[in-house]
């Protein structure tokens, strides 16, 4: 039997009017599936020592080398904004092979810790605060820009010791705990160091400070800018720690490994280039999910922007709201209180 012979009544087929739903404000309001929240949002902050003036970093307009006053503003503004939270990252006036300014208890990154948490007791006392996180991290303090210790190999060629730049990042995980660091965000992409920095916070008695991990970073041409904004000293690149742009498996492989380890949020970097991974790490992770929109994607936007090429605004609010929409549960995002503000 051919179907002309069966099918000789059709049902009355509406015309389908997707666009019905799209015809006023409201109704797009009402089913938009994706919604931006200020506490989603944390703004990555860069504090300087031995400046007397926050600096403007060129490659990301609007964004600043902070002093420790400056900082205390900046921090102020998150928390009227209604921002998630900060993440610190610190940029030493002196540099050596150790990266011993990461670890001491008076370097510029835990000092930063301490004003941002004493700011925030006396801006936000009684509502919620943005959490206080910083990157446990040694290229910001090392004198040749790397994210481990380094160590001349047998054969000669230099390689980034694993296992003896785990020791390090437990000391500074604990010095930043011990700050008042409410969450640490280990980014240095060392095998392990989940792990190693829960067991040394454990240890320290800093078992509620929780570890945002890294999971999936990748190496990535998009940290562009953030190298100018840390004075970055490096020559050559991460690929033999961060990850290979062409690898998805080994994101989620990393996520799962992050997770064993111990991690209370998992994070992938950068965001827009990697939406796939992150639906996927989204789809596994039974913690909460972070995306960070990195310098290059920020600059990116604002050098279209300033050339009129773009509207500015539409294109921030859609490409966060894409990060979202891709899995993510936070966003980092250079733009979080200009956000926050347009989101009110
Ligand atoms: C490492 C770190 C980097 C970024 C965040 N943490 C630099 C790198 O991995 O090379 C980049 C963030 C950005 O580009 O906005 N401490």
């Avoid at 309001?29 to 902050?45: G, H």
């Avoid at 900046?74 to 904004?81: D, F, I, L, S, T």
């Avoid at 160091?193 to 890294?214: K, N, P, S, T, W």
Wanted: charged content about 20%; proline content about 6%.
């Amino acid at each position: 039997m051919t179907s002309e012979t069966t099918n000789t009544f059709t049902l009355p087929r509406p015309i389908v009017r997707p666009r019905r739903l799209r015809a006023t404000p409201g109704l797009r309001r009402l089913v938009a599936e994706t919604r931006l929240r200020p506490a989603d949002l944390i703004w990555p902050l860069f504090v300087k020592e031995g400046i007397d003036e926050p600096v403007p970093i060129s490659s990301m307009p609007g964004q600043f080398q902070h002093t420790e006053e400056s900082l205390a503003e900046a921090v102020r503004r998150a928390a009227e904004a209604g921002l998630g939270g900060v993440m610190l990252f610190g940029i030493p006036a002196f540099r050596d092979a150790e990266g011993s300014a990461g670890v001491d208890p008076n370097g510029v990154l835990q000092r930063a810790i301490r004003l941002a948490r004493a700011t925030l007791a006396e801006a936000a006392p009684d509502g919620p605060a943005p959490v206080v996180m910083a990157d446990t991290c040694l290229d910001e303090f090392t004198d040749h820009g790397h994210c481990g210790l380094l160590r001349t190999s047998a054969d000669g060629t230099v390689v980034v010791d694993n296992d003896a730049t785990l020791a390090v990042y437990q000391r500074m995980a604990v010095a930043q705990a011990e700050a008042g660091a409410e969450i640490v965000g280990p980014s240095g992409m060392m095998d392990g160091q989940v792990g190693a920095i829960r067991q040394a916070l454990d240890e320290a008695g800093h078992q509620d400070v929780a570890i945002l991990a890294y999971a999936a970073k990748y190496a990535s041409a998009f940290y562009g800018p953030f190298r100018e904004a840390v004075d970055s000293t490096l020559r050559g690149d991460r690929r033999t720690y961060q990850m290979d742009p062409a690898n998805r498996r080994e994101g989620l492989y990393e996520t799962e490994l992050d997770i064993a380890e111990g991690a209370d949020i998992v994070m992938v970097k950068p965001a827009a280039s990697y939406l796939d991974v992150l639906t996927r790490v989204a789809d596994l992770s039974p913690v909460p999910v972070a995306a960070y929109q990195v310098s290059g994607e920020y600059a990116m936007v604002e050098a279209a922007a300033a050339n009129g090429w773009i509207n500015r605004q539409a294109a921030v609010i859609e490409a966060t709201l894409a990060v979202k929409r891709a899995g993510a549960n936070l966003v980092l995002t250079y733009w979080a209180p200009e956000l926050a503000d347009w989101l009110d």
